[in-house]
């Protein structure tokens, strides 16, 4: 796990180290520069598989023709490897970096397919004068890039591009409009013009004069390697023995480091599946690790240590205070290049800092809610289906009246918040519902928000021509796969993945997500719906698979999330920083936001007549991001 950062264009070395120098914390082990008249390439490393100095990077190929820098692992390395020495093809290290190399050269731009991995690479084919850059299927690591004069500039995180002379730091506000309504700004756009994310499963040839993008994977619900007929007669016995065997697999393969290595353990059924399957493929106790938090309704510690001891793990648990938390908070700008309102980034940056005292990789269990239909979304869109048939004037006058007056509680996903968030993203275009559900400030909000003038240049665009775009090639797949798609593209990738990213990276620690497997991924996929969401009950096939391996209170536990009492700090411990960093007169320095139509989310929210905190956090951190980078 590492770095990367590079040009080519106009460049030169010391440009190339300010640029890697931001990066650090992804990589403080080894640095590598390659630069070659126009072409700059950069790297940080993180070393984790050969720790020698064969795994040094920038690394070439043996004729020197081919250079890369690479940020991941690659899982599948040793079989490829084996492959590629069949056809003729000599390694002098040990890493997965150098089978890389050596797949472009024997594959070209369709090496790619070959890789079961998370990887960001930027390559350089000094024979046919292009770069490469590619991104891995699910998106999990990340790659920026933009062309400023004719040089193309790309980087692992943001701050590093801006440590180029040619890359000019401005907000784009049709950007900071997404991030408003989605608490991210969507893949392929970022908070600055100019500047885009690479999309995943798709690499990019650039020649110094255009630049072109080839997919190489998606996200399908047919299997590619059964049949229509074998969806339709598939017993739920054989699809749980096949997951099964999936998983262990995925799991199995992530285990591989010269480093050593645990499992982030919440005492859920995603991450303590994940324990499981890493226990019983070691011969000695794996480490699991855990955050607490001393507010009751936020605090998961028990859980994780119920099913440590179940699983027989060497377990580690650290409950923290609101302090703990607090003091995190003012730093959040340094951690994120771009805003992005998941405040749960706090709870998985401590977790990352405490695993990293005794790791330097961690497996975690993204992607189960995205897979198996976990949230509780899913469950609205079921409860939508059938309020769309009560008569409108039953659903106003009578049920929505109630609904809207129930006191507001400042509880963890309390029952009054999820009515109140239902009722309001629940009319308008049904594949819109799920955004608005999650999602900070719909249209009418940001209207208020936004001063007159900023709206006049906003308000006539699609805020949700992300979804549409995705939609495009999705018409003929249910609706609730087409929701499946765009979590799994949308709030996965560019909010939890990015999340835990930054968090852990930050604290130079390695995650990685099993159930991202992509023959996890493709084969979930490939199952009927009501093997994942069965009548209101969510994750019925993995609930199925687990159920005489771990305890029932851990698989049949209600879902939490990874949560702060943010609610409640707002009015008392954040109060002082929320009053400072909204205060007229920043607001008005800054001459995009109605400071007016602020001061009452945060009256509203002080004196408890309705839970603002979405709102009010996705609008500190986009203050706290402005104000570092001076934007």
Known sequence: MCGIAGYFGQGSQEILKKMTGALRHRGPDDEGFYVDNNVGLGH???????????????????????????????????????????????????????VILSAYEEYGGQCFEYFNGMFAVALYDARNKKLILARDRMGKK????????????????????????????????????????????????????????????????????????????????????????????????????????????????????DVPLGIFLSGGIDSSTIAYYAQKNSARKIKTFSIGFKEGSFNESGYARRAANFL??????????????????????????????????????????????????????????????GYDTFI????????????????????????????????????????????????????????????????????????????????????????????????????????????????????????????????????RAPLLDYRVVDFVNSLPLDFKINGFKTKHILKRLMADKLPKEIIYRPKKGFGLPLAAWLTKELKPLVVDLLSETRIKKRGLFNYQYINQLLEDHFSRRADNRKLIWTLMVFQMWREKWSI
């Open 44 to 98: 940080r490393r993180l070393s984790i598989i050969d720790l020698s100095a064969g795994g040094h990077q920038p690394m070439s190929s043996h004729d020197g023709n081919i250079w890369l820098v690479f940020n991941g692992e690659i899982y599948n390395f040793k079989e490829l490897r084996a492959g590629l020495e069949n056809r003729g093809h000599k390694f002098k290290s040990h890493s997965d970096t150098e």
């Open 142 to 257: 990340p790659l920026y890039w933009g062309i400023f004069n004719n040089t193309l500039v790309f980087a692992s995180e943001l701050k590093a591009l801006l440590k180029h002379p040619r890359v000019s730091a401005e907000l784009d506000l049709s950007s900071l409009n997404k991030y408003l309504l989605h608490e991210y700004v969507p893949t392929p756009h970022s908070i600055l013009q100019g500047i885009k994310k690479l999309e995943p499963g798709h690499y990019l040839e650039y020649d110094g004069r255009a630049v072109k993008k080839k997919k190489f994977w998606d996200i399908t619900f047919q299997s590619s390697i059964t049949s229509a007929s074998w969806r339709n007669q598939l017993r739920i016995e054989e699809a749980v023995a096949e997951l099964d065997n999936i998983i262990n697999q995925a799991v199995k393969s992530r285990l591989m480091s």
């Open 312 to 373: 027989g793990t060497e377990h580690y648990e650290k409950i923290l205070s609101a302090d703990d938390s607090l003091k995190l908070i003012p730093k959040i700008a340094d951690l994120l290049d771009e805003p992005m309102a998941d405040a749960s980034i706090i709870p998985t940056y401590l977790l990352s800092e405490f695993t990293k005292q005794a790791v330097t990789v961690a497996l975690g269990g993204d992607g189960g809610d995205e897979l198996f239909c």
């Open 380 to 511: 609205a869109h079921k409860i939508a289906a059938i309020y769309d048939k009560i008569p409108l004037a039953v659903r106003k006058k009578i049920i929505e009246k109630i609904a809207l007056s129930l006191p507001t509680s400042f509880n963890n996903i309390s029952f009054d918040f999820k009515a109140k968030k239902f009722i309001d993203g629940f009319y308008g275009k049904k594949e819109y519902r799920h955004q608005r559900w999650l999602g900070a400030f719909n249209k009418n909000q940001r209207e208020k928000l936004f001063l007159p003038e900023v709206w006049g240049e906003l308000k006539d665009q699609n805020e949700f021509i992300e979804i549409d775009n995705y939609l495009v090639n999705l018409k003929e797949e249910s609706y609730f796969n087409q929701m499946i798609y765009l979590y799994l593209r949308m709030y996965l990738m560019d909010d939890i993945l990015v999340k835990v990213d930054r968090a852990s990276m930050f604290n130079s620690l390695e995650v």
